[in-house]
DNA sequence: ATGCCCTCGCCTCGAGGA
């Protein structure tokens, strides 16, 4: 089974990209982060035509966060982060996908730090903390994929220096990720490739991509239920080469799953 | 120290991104 987060960075204008991408490697599932539209303009029938269910949470202009099931219909769990009521922002859906839990979210950015944005970046990545512990509770399979906006250290970013006081990078957020993995999650892409400089974004400018001055901001964090089942990590870097692409690529992950009853 | 480039909205410039 293969799972893939992807800052698409507007689903509507993205969607070409989009589509080109699901044809190329045809993910099983998708979460996909900033759809930067209304629920009522989600792409849901062109998805559906490429083969693809979902579930979506948008919002105007701003975030969105949406999952995919490839041949069938993601069952939705949850919509929002719990722990905020008045939290109007669309960062978080999780639905029930083959007996995996599978949680999409989109970090806040947080900057300008400090200030009421980064305190509010860190006030959710709390609630994330605690939503998390619960969800490891549960003992079961669960799947937290999407864009942190942090880079965890500085094999993550292209220039550590200059991302100090960067609201992905300062200290504060770098131990609150620190702090959410050691809960015991595994961070799918480092642990099959430590030491190795990996990059999901590069910025739209100064051929950013080109130089490969990226940062690594997409993860996956696997509970212990479904770790063990982890064989490939890696990001998807050739439709960040494409014409009208996100400044993300996507990022991958293949589970080998253990048969079910009734599996064929 | 700042802009660089891009998306969206709704109106061509501003806000936000990272």
């Known amino acids: 089974m293969k799972i893939a987060t992807y800052n698409v960075n507007g689903v509507i204008g993205r969607l070409p990209v989009l589509l080109k991408w699901l044809e190329e490697d045809m993910p099983d599932v998708v979460c996909l982060q900033e759809l ?128 100090l006081d960067d609201a992905l990078f300062r200290p504060e957020v770098r131990r609150a990720y620190a702090d959410l993995v050691a809960q015991g999650w595994t961070d799918a892409v480092r642990h099959l490739h430590p030491g190795e400089r990996i990059y999901t974004f590069w910025k739209y400018w100064r051929n950013s991509f080109e130089r490969d001055a990226g940062l690594r901001i997409d993860h996956f964090l696997l509970s212990p239920a479904i770790a063990p089942s982890l064989k490939t990590a890696s990001v998807v870097r050739s439709p960040r080469g494409w014409e009208h692409t996100s400044d993300h690529a996507p990022v991958m992950i293949e589970l080998k799953l253990s048969k079910r009853v009734g599996d064929d």
């Open 36 to 163: 930067k539209t209304t629920d009522a303009k989600f792409p849901r029938k062109e998805l559906e035509k490429a083969g693809y269910g979902a579930i979506w949470h948008g919002e105007k202009s701003w975030n969105g966060v949406a999952i995919l099931a490839r041949g069938q219909e993601p069952q939705l769990t949850r919509k929002g982060l719990p722990g905020d009521p008045d939290d109007s922002h669309s960062r978080y859906i999780e639905a029930a996908i083959d007996g995996i839990l599978v949680g999409a979210l989109y970090l806040p950015n947080g900057n300008p730090a400090p200030g009421p944005k980064f305190e509010y970046k860190l006030a959710w990545f709390r609630r994330l903390h605690d939503y998390a512990a619960e969800l490891l509770e549960l003992d079961i399979p669960v799947v937290l994929a999407g864009d942190y906006n942090v880079m965890p250290t500085d094999l993550d970013v292209y220039k550590p220096e200059r991302w």
